[in-house]
């Protein structure tokens, strides 16, 4: 079975936090993809990263990172030096396959107050 | 290029009516899928397509159909609609990568709001 898990349903920090989102997954697939999507609060859903299995590089673009850890079956998310703008639901997601189907975790919802 | 566009926007319907939502891309892009998004339970695969011709079911297929006649469309129609089908869906397209045969992110349309009164 084909599962992500996002235990963190709400965060709230204050804005210059740093803050991490975590993601654990479940496949039996040797290949697959990673996404994180970011849905503010106008609902359009904002790919983020993709990650492949094969590909365990950390990666880091302004004041996101993400770490890949296929020993933990983890791709967390960090955001350094929050901001407001950043305050959104984030969504972890695997893919498996070439079939465009997607397993969503349960949404994480980070609060930045200023 | 418009992407994935969905429409209607929002939409209310009164228990036991049908209706499509329609979704196209102009990417040329082989798989499509359709999801629904309930408050606390992320995104939930419905169907979804790998090319013009080619369905299968998700998570969440009852009270739903899809066809895919063509590349570009993708459109899910509710049968008898039922209050727990009040929800916002999404369309989503993709593809492979050239050679790697990689597959994409995926291409999501603004969404729909549906509510069955």
């Known amino acids: 079975a084909q599962k992500v898990t996002q235990a963190q349903t709400e965060i709230s920090v204050v804005e210059k936090e740093d803050v991490t989102l975590d993601c654990v997954y479940e496949?039996?697939?040797?290949?697959?993809?990673l996404f994180w999507y970011k849905q503010p609060p106008s609902g359009e859903l904002v790919f983020l990263i993709r990650r492949n299995s094969f590909d365990e590089q950390n990666e880091i673009s302004g004041r996101y990172s993400w770490n890949f850890q296929k020993s933990t079956s983890s791709f967390n998310f960090t955001i350094t030096a929050s901001q407001v703008v950043d305050s959104a639901v984030y969504f972890c997601?695997?893919?498996?396959?070439?079939?465009?189907?997607?397993?969503f975790g349960q949404g994480t919802t980070l609060q930045v107050k200023p | 290029n418009a992407g994935v566009t969905q429409t209607p926007k929002f939409q209310v319907l009164k228990t036991g009516q049908s209706m499509t939502l329609q979704c196209a891309q102009d990417?040329?892009?082989?798989?499509m899928s359709w999801y629904r998004q309930d408050p606390g339970m992320g995104l939930r695969l419905i169907h979804y397509?790998?090319?013009?011709?080619?369905?299968d079911q998700g998570e969440v297929p009852n009270g739903y159909n899809v066809s895919r006649s063509t590349t570009e469309d993708f459109p899910l129609r509710l049968l008898s609609a039922a209050p727990s089908q009040t929800s916002v869906y999404f369309c989503?397209?993709?593809?492979?990568?050239?050679?790697?045969?990689?597959?994409?992110?995926?291409?999501f349309g603004q969404g729909t709001r549906l509510t069955v009164v």
């Open positions: 397509s790998v090319g013009a011709g080619i369905t």
């Open positions: 990417m040329n892009h082989e798989y």
């Open positions: 496949t039996r697939d040797t290949t697959y993809y």
């Open positions: 997601a695997l893919r498996s396959g070439n079939t465009g189907k997607l397993i």
């Open positions: 989503a397209s993709s593809y492979s990568e050239g050679v790697s045969g990689l597959n994409t992110e995926a291409f």
